[in-house]
């Protein structure tokens, strides 16, 4: 039989579990590419709007955000959409309390929105709203969230986990990034100009729209069966 992997992350895990290669096919998870591109329609005065999407847990590291953010001269502000959520039994809750405290010692509270969890239907006029979508996880194996804001034509800045690796080329396409927050600020300063931010999010919409929209998937279910 075939065993279907959604990233090539998946695919280096099973190889690790001893699943032989002929049996493994690579089919990402798809995405509606919305209508109407990203139009950034603020000035170039106004703050930065960064955007992160995503269950709120340790292994997501949004903290280097927040500290990224402590670090940049340049005005923004943060929206943080998701829900905390303990991952395992062996984690300890209370992240988000910690990013909140975080935020009160960096001296950037009034900067940054923690906006709770949202149903998928709400999701789009946060990506519209957004000029940065930003993504410090330490582990994923696909991470929608990042191909959901690059399809509404977002720059992404994120490390390489999932998806981020096969659809971002450092300073091409987007901004790969570590567990440094002064690399995270760099890459947030390089997206200050919208000019710059329009041409990488148009790139990025551009490579979600021909690998990943779900006809392109299903196209590929289907020359599988």
């Known amino acids: 039989g075939a065993i279907v992997v959604s ?7 099973a190889l690790e579990f001893g699943i032989s290669r002929e ?6 998870m798809g995405v509606d590419i919305p209508d109407a591109p990203f139009e950034d329609g603020r000035d170039k005065d106004s703050p930065l709007n960064i ?10 590291r ?20 998701g829900g905390e959520e303990k991952t395992s039994s062996l984690s300890k809750s209370g992240y988000l309390d910690e990013l909140k405290n975080l935020c009160e010692d960096l001296g950037i509270s009034d900067l940054v929105a923690f906006a709770g969890p949202k149903p998928p239907e709400d999701l789009p006029s946060y990506y ?17 969230p990042i191909l959901e804001a690059a ?12 998806i981020a690796s096969e659809i ?12 440094n927050p002064a690399r995270l600020s760099y890459a947030l300063e390089q997206l200050v100009d919208p000019s710059v931010r329009k041409n990488l999010g148009q790139k990025l919409r551009e490579i979600v729209r021909n690998k990943f929209a779900w006809n392109q998937i299903m196209d590929q279910y289907m020359d599988l069966y």
Request: glycine residues 6%; contains cysteine.
């Open 23 to 28: 049996k493994l096919h690579v089919i990402p």
């Open 168 to 179: 971002i080329k450092d300073e091409e396409t987007g901004f790969l990034v570590t567990d």
């Open 7 to 13: 990233s090539k992350m998946e695919y280096e895990d």
């Open 151 to 162: 399809s509404y034509g977002v720059p992404v800045i994120a490390t390489p986990v999932g």
């Open 128 to 144: 519209r709203a957004a000029d940065v979508f930003v993504y410090p996880s330490l582990y994923e194996n696909f991470a929608q």
């Open 51 to 60: 955007l992160f999407v995503g269950r709120i847990a340790r292994v997501r």
């Open 62 to 81: 949004v903290e280097l955000i927040l500290q990224a953010v402590g670090q940049l001269s340049i005005p923004c502000k943060v929206t943080i959409v």
